[in-house]
C-alpha cells in the first residue's frame, strides 16, 4: 500500500510540475524580435533523432541545460527534482538490470531455468500498461493519437527487448549484452549509410567501434563457462536486438510524423500508456503461440522465488519509466541522457562485482574501451548542446 502511495505522490509531483509550467506560459513575457523567434526555430531543428523515450524527448523539444536549471517555478527547487528523478532512474534500473540478471540465472530444484522471454515481456508491459493508464487520467489523455503507428512501434520495441532477454537466457553474460545494446547506434549509421546517404564524422565512427570492440574484448576475456553453442546463440540474439532497434529508429520517426500530421501532441504518460499496450498486446500474441504462457505460469508456481523476482522486475521498470518522465517534464533532455548513459556503466559494475563474474585484464581492458566510446558520445552531446546555444 505504501509503495502505490508512493507512486500516487510521483504522479501527483508531475502533474503539479506541467500545470505549473502551462500555466506560466500564459504571464505576459517581454517582446522578442522576429529574428529571436527565427533563432527559437532553428534551434528546435537541431534535435537529433533517437530511439525510444527519446522520440518523446525529439517532440518536447529542449531548452538549454542552464535554463532548465536556473528557472525556479513554483515548488519544489531544481536541486531537489533532480535528485529525485536522478535517483529514482539509478534506483529502479539499477535493481531492473539487477533482477533481470537473477531470473535468467536462476536454476530451479530440477536444473531446469526460466526460458519463457516472451511471458516476461508480456508481465513487464502490463506494469507499464497500469501505471501509464493511472498516470494518463491524472495528466488527461490525448484524444485523436494515430494508434496505428504506435502498434508498429510497440512491436518493433518489445521484439528487441524479447531478443535481449534471450540472449541472456542463451548464455550471454549481463555484462556483455548490456555494453553491446550501448552500440545500438551501429545499426542505426549502418542503416542511414546504406538506405540514406548519411554522413558520419570520424568520432562517431570511433565511439562506436570502440564499444564494440570494447564489448568482444570482454566477452573474449571473460572465463570460459557454459556451452560454446548457448554462448554464439546468445550472441545472435543481441545482434538481432541491434538490429530491431535501428528497425525502431525509423518507426519512431514514422510515429513523430504521424502525430505531428494528426496534429497532436501525445503527452508523456499517453507514450507510456499506448506504447506498453501494443507491446504488451504483441508479446501476449507471440507468447501464446510459442506456448510460453502456460509453461511460464508453471514454471513461476513451482518456483515461487523466481516470480518474486519477476513481479519486482516489471514494477521497477515501470517506476522507472515514471522517472524518466519525471525528468522530461522537468530539465534539459541531454540531463535525462547523462543519467541514463552513466546508469548503463554503473549497472555492469555492479553486475562484475556482485553477481561473481570472473574477468581476465584483457577483459577489462575491453570494459575500459567499451565506456570510453560510451562517455565519448556523452560528451559530443554535451559539446553539441553547448555550440547549438
Known sequence: MRFFLLLLAIFSSATAATTSSSSSSHIARPRRSFASLDSTKEQTKKVPAALGLEALIQQRGGSSTEAAMTKEPAGLPSAVKLLIGA????????????????????????????????????????ANVLIGFVGMQLTGATKGIPKKAFAISGASQVS????????????????????????????????????????????????????????????????????SSNSMMGVAYIVGSLVLDGVTAG???????????????????????????????TALVISGALNEIGSGLAYCTANPEIFNKIIKFAVCSAVGQSFIFYTIANFDPLILSTVTTTRKI???????????????????????????????????????????H
Request: glycine share 12%; with cysteine; hydrophobic share 45%.
Open 87 to 126: 535517483g529514482g532512474i539509478y534506483a529502479a534500473f539499477l535493481y531492473y538490470g539487477s533482477l533481470q540478471e537473477d531470473v535468467f540465472r536462476y536454476t530451479a530444484a530440477d536444473g531446469t531455468q526460466f526460458k519463457q522471454a516472451w511471458f516476461l515481456q508480456v508481465l513487464e508491459a502490463l
Open 160 to 227: 528487441a527487448k524479447a531478443c535481449t532477454s534471450l540472449a541472456l537466457a542463451n548464455g550471454l553474460s549481463f555484462p556483455v549484452a548490456t555494453l553491446a545494446k550501448s552500440g545500438k547506434m551501429a545499426p542505426v549509421m549502418l542503416g542511414s549509410l546504406i538506405l540514406g546517404g548519411a554522413e558520419y564524422s570520424l568520432r562517431e565512427y570511433l565511439q562506436v567501434a570502440a564499444i564494440i570492440g570494447g564489448t568482444a574484448i570482454v566477452s573474449m576475456g571473460k572465463k570460459k563457462g557454459g556451452s
Open 346 to 388: 554503473f549497472s555492469v559494475l555492479l553486475s562484475i562485482f556482485l553477481k561473481g563474474h570472473s574477468l581476465s585484464g584483457t577483459g577489462w581492458t575491453g570494459i575500459a574501451l567499451a565506456c570510453s566510446g560510451i562517455l565519448s558520445e556523452m560528451a559530443a552531446k554535451m559539446a553539441g548542446k553547448t555550440k547549438a
Open 251 to 281: 518507426f519512431q520517426k514514422k510515429l513523430k510524423a504521424e502525430t505531428a500530421k494528426a496534429g497532436v501532441k501525445p503527452k508523456p504518460y499517453d507514450f507510456m500508456f499506448w506504447t506498453n499496450f501494443y507491446m504488451c498486446l
